[in-house]
């Protein structure tokens, strides 16, 4: 049991390594959208996508690893808890709180990095409707089809009603 808590151990450090890495590509994503590099963000996508496949591979393994360890689990019908499994290994209680502060790291990682990923699409948002607002404005398009964010067209009808009813 003390080799598989090591392989646990040496996946989750390197499952943490990666989240790391992630953690300062949207960081300085931020600075690429300011500083409008738009071939930077391009980088930043790969990278993004590159270190999201590395992830879901360690995550694999592990998953692989309690799969063979405790095979009376059912790993294919249950979903998968990190916090649960270093829970019931039957490893030392010093070496189960050493992968419990390393799960824990993992996953306030990636709560950095979903606030992180929150914070950019708004200010992508922000700043791209202060762009268009300066095109409309240059262009005195505003009787043009205007868009959401979705892609679909808003309505442009003539009136402007605070309230509308119908009888």
């Known amino acids: 049991m003390e080799k598989f808590a090591y392989k646990i151990e040496h996946l989750l450090l390197e499952k943490l390594s990666l989240y790391e890495k992630l953690q300062t590509i949207f960081e300085e994503e931020k600075t690429y959208v300011i500083d409008m590099e738009i071939d930077s ?3 930043t ?7 999201a496949l590395s992830i879901e591979s360690v995550r694999q393994k592990i998953i ?3 799969d063979q360890t405790y095979s009376g689990l059912n790993m ?3 979903p998968f808890s990190l916090s649960y499994m270093i829970k019931i290994m039957n490893v030392p209680s010093e070496k189960r709180m050493e992968l419990r502060k390393i799960n824990l790291a993992v996953t306030t990682c990636k709560k950095q990095i979903a606030r992180l990923a929150y914070e950019n699409k708004n200010y ?5 409707a202060i762009i268009d607002g300066v095109f409309s ?3 005195d398009t505003t009787d043009k089809k205007q868009y959401s964010n979705s892609g679909t067209v808003l309505k442009n009808d003539d009136k402007n009603l605070l309230i509308n009813t119908e009888v």
């Open 137 to 139: 404005t240059v262009l």
């Open 41 to 43: 963000l391009w980088v």
């Open 64 to 66: 692989f690893l309690f």
């Open 45 to 51: 996508i790969s990278k993004k996508k590159s270190l």
């Open 124 to 128: 992508i948002n922000e700043y791209l």
């Open 76 to 78: 294919d019908t249950q």
